[in-house]
């Protein structure tokens, strides 16, 4: 159990940070993909998608570091607490009616494997 929590934490850190990268470089076409219509056009939407890029890299790191310095327990429950940004992405595009097979697809599946990976840390299983 241990390696698998562990593979999802690198996986979910790892992915969420080339999201952020993605979101940094190119916003338009990473919002594409997140399963909400693109906002209005103007001179500044760029640059609001861009603060997304930058939380998804920090929250990535931020895994990645307690995963070298701190212990499995913490680590879970960071994971757990972090799944909350994917179930909460889906419950706003299910809300907003954007894409429903993104929403459970993409954020409900990384919500549901993130909390399958915290599970087994916060209870010693390992």
């Not at 760029?46 to 990645?64: F, Y």
């Not at 706003?92 to 087994?120: D, E, F, K, N, Q």
Request: one cysteine or more; charged letters at 10%; proline letters at 5%.
């Amino acid at each position: 159990m241990y390696w698998f929590s562990i593979g999802i934490a690198v996986l979910a850190a790892l992915g969420i940070i080339v999201i952020g990268l993605m979101y940094l470089a190119c916003p338009r076409a990473a919002t594409a993909s997140f399963g909400l219509p693109l906002p209005e056009a103007g001179t500044n939407v760029a640059w609001w998608l861009r603060l997304k890029g930058v939380r998804d890299i920090v929250s990535g790191l931020v895994v990645l570091a307690l995963m070298v310095s701190g212990g499995p327990r913490l680590l879970g429950i960071v994971l757990l607490i972090e799944a909350m940004i994917p179930a909460g992405d889906m419950a706003l595009i299910l809300a907003a009616h954007g894409s429903t097979s993104r929403a459970l697809g993409i954020h409900g599946a990384t919500a549901v494997l993130m909390i399958a990976g915290a599970i087994p840390l916060i209870a010693g299983i390992v």
